[in-house]
């Protein structure tokens, strides 16, 4: 068993930026890729970033240039900074341990004036 919380979201204006954090507990030494996702309402999650365990990092094209991944193995965390946020990238976040079926609670991130 893995548990995932997430922290971080909030309000922030168009432009804004905001650091997610997800710390992993449990069985972590199963955790290889973790990702970020995001959830409109009444829509299906889409993947937002990965990385793996190297640090080898993958983004949505929405995101690109915007967003960052990384992670602290020691800390058992991976974060998403994201800079320039701008209205569309309000959503809910979630944490993922890639190729599982262990996620996060969420934590809502809105971007408005």
């Known amino acids: 068993q893995v548990q995932l919380v997430e922290s971080g979201g909030g309000l922030v204006q168009p432009g804004g930026s905001l650091k997610l954090s997800c710390a992993a507990s449990?069985?972590?030494?199963?955790?290889?890729?973790m990702g970020w996702y995001r959830q409109y309402p009444g829509k299906q999650r889409e993947q937002v970033a990965t990385i793996t365990r190297s640090g080898i990092a993958n983004f949505a094209d929405s995101v690109k240039g915007r967003f960052t991944i990384s992670r602290d193995n020691a800390k058992n965390t991976v974060y998403l900074q994201m800079n320039s946020l701008k209205p569309e990238d309000t959503a809910v976040y979630y944490c993922h341990v890639e190729f599982s079926g262990y996620w996060g609670q969420g934590t809502q991130v809105t971007v408005s004036s």
């Open positions: 449990g069985s972590i030494f199963t955790i290889n890729t």
